[in-house]
C-alpha cells in the first residue's frame, strides 16, 4: 500500500526524534556513570588524604623500614657475592691454619705474604687458580711476614685479619684478606678504615675493634715471624710446595705463574711416586 507523502514524512520523522532520544539518554547516562566515578574518586583522595594526615608517624616508621630493608638486602647481596669467590674455603678448619682448598690435600702451597706488597697483591690470585684446577690435590696456606719497610701497615693489617678469623672463621678470613689487596693503597702507605673494611663482609663492628685494639691475636702473627726466620725467609712472596705424603717441599720465590706451580707439582708428584713404588714400605697419605 502506497501512503500519502504527508504521511511518510510525519513517520520519518518520529522515528528519527525516537532515536535521537534514546541516543541522548544513553549519552547521559555515560555521563552520570563519569560523574560518580569523578566524585569517588574525589571522596577516595579526600580519605587517603586524611588517612595519611591522621597516621603520618605510622607510614613515616613502615616507610623508613621498607627502605632499611631493601638496603640491607642489598648489602648482604654484596656480602654474598664476596663470600662465593672464596666458596672453597671451608668456614672451620680443625687444624687452626688458615686453609684455602681441601683440607685433605696432597700438596700444600705454603705461601707468606704481606698484605702491603704490591708483588703479593699481583701474585695473589695465581696459589687460587691452581687450587681452583687441581681437583682436590692441592690446597693453599696462608702466612704473615709484614716486612718492617711496609710497617706498621703491613702488621696491622695481618692482625686485623686474624681478628677476623677468630670471629668469623677460616673463609671469612680468605675475603679479608682480598679486601686488603682490592681496597688498600699498599707500599706502607695507610691501612685505611679497616673496621669499615671489616663490617663490608659481615663482620661484627664491636667484635672486631674490640681484637683489634686489644691485640688479642698478634701472637699469631708473631708466630708466622718466627716460622719464617727459623726457614730463612725474608721476602714476599716466598711459597714452599710441600708433599703432604712425603714431607718433601721445595721453595718458589717471587711470582710465578700458575702454569709453573702447576708443572713443579707434577715433577714432584712424578718424582715421589717412583720413589713410593721402589720402596713400598715408606709411609703413605692422602693421593
Not at 158 to 166: K, P, R, T
Not at 234 to 241: A, V
Request: with cysteine; hydrophobic share 35%.
Amino acid at each position: 500500500m502506497k501512503y500519502p507523502n504527508s504521511l511518510q514524512s510525519f513517520v520519518y520523522t518520529a522515528i528519527a526524534i525516537a532515536i535521537c532520544s534514546l541516543l541522548l539518554t544513553a549519552f547521559s547516562l555515560h555521563e552520570v556513570k563519569q560523574l560518580k566515578d569523578v566524585i569517588e574518586s574525589l571522596n577516595t583522595d579526600v580519605d587517603g588524604e586524611k588517612f595519611l594526615a591522621d597516621n603520618s608517624a605510622l607510614v613515616d616508621s613502615r616507610i623508613d623500614n621498607r627502605i632499611d630493608a631493601y638496603i640491607e638486602e642489598r648489602k648482604q647481596k654484596k656480602i654474598a657475592r664476596k663470600y662465593e669467590s672464596y666458596a672453597s674455603a671451608s668456614k672451620k678448619i680443625q687444624s687452626g691454619k688458615h686453609i684455602y682448598g681441601n683440607e685433605n690435600a696432597r700438596f700444600t702451597l705454603v705461601e707468606w705474604t704481606d698484605l702491603e706488597c704490591a708483588y703479593c697483591k699481583k701474585f695473589h690470585q695465581t696459589p687460587k687458580k691452581v687450587v681452583d684446577a687441581s681437583n682436590g690435590l692441592v690446597n693453599w696456606e696462608l702466612k704473615h711476614l709484614p716486612l718492617p719497610f711496609h710497617n706498621p701497615v703491613a702488621a696491622i693489617e695481618a692482625h686485623a685479619a686474624e681478628c677476623v678469623a677468630s670471629i668469623s672463621g677460616n673463609q671469612a678470613f680468605w675475603v679479608f684478606i682480598q679486601s686488603v689487596f682490592e681496597e688498600t693503597k699498599g707500599n706502607g702507605q695507610g691501612a685505611g678504615d679497616l673496621v669499615s673494611l671489616a663490617q663490608s663482609i659481615g663482620i661484627d663492628e664491636e667484635k672486631f675493634s674490640k681484637c683489634v685494639n686489644n691485640g688479642e691475636r698478634r701472637d699469631v702473627v708473631a708466630s708466622d715471624i718466627q716460622h719464617s726466620k727459623e726457614l730463612g725467609i725474608n721476602s714476599t712472596p716466598t711459597t714452599f710446595i710441600v708433599d703432604n705424603r712425603t714431607g718433601q717441599h721445595i721453595t718458589i720465590r717471587g711470582m710465578q705463574a700458575p702454569e709453573a706451580i702447576a708443572s713443579a707439582i707434577q715433577r714432584m708428584k712424578k718424582e715421589a711416586d717412583i720413589s713410593l713404588l721402589q720402596n713400598p714400605s715408606t709411609k703413605r697419605g692422602n693421593s
